[in-house]
């Protein structure tokens, strides 16, 4: 059984950092493609970032380029998003999700499985 577990989240000030992990079993990691969502309040869920199997290739939505950093540990089964020069723009929840493979460029849909997300709030 798959199950994402995500942590680090919390409250932060404007320009500040946080990450949050991702903790993945009942899978090898590396086989899986891993990316990251949010989901603002009354808003669609949203891809953040994305990275392939061995770290070789990653991508990013345009907000968040250059601020944020997606790596993996797959010795650890563990995935991170290092989130630098926060804004209250980036208040959401945010997911983990997980598929075999693929491209990075998948929407939500394709990803057949998913963390229950931790809460980012920035504060201005």
């Known amino acids: 059984q798959v199950q994402l577990a995500e942590s680090g989240g919390g409250v932060v000030q404007a320009g500040g950092s946080l990450r949050v992990s991702c903790a993945a079993s009942?899978?090898?990691?590396?086989?899986?493609?891993m990316a990251w969502f949010r989901q603002a309040p009354g808003k669609e869920r949203e891809f953040v970032a994305a990275?392939?199997?061995?770290?070789?290739?990653?991508h990013y939505t345009d907000s968040v380029e250059g601020r944020f950093t997606i790596s993996r540990d797959n010795a650890q089964n563990t995935v991170y998003l290092q989130m630098n020069s926060l804004k209250p723009d980036d208040t959401a929840v945010y997911y983990c999700?997980?598929?075999?493979?693929?491209?990075?460029?998948?929407?939500?849909?394709?990803?057949?499985?998913w963390g229950q997300g931790t809460q980012v709030t920035v504060s201005s």
């Open positions: 990275i392939n199997w061995n770290s070789d290739t990653t």
């Open positions: 999700a997980a598929r075999r493979y693929g491209d990075l460029y998948a929407p939500a849909s394709i990803y057949p499985y």
């Open positions: 009942g899978l090898t990691l590396s086989s899986y493609s």
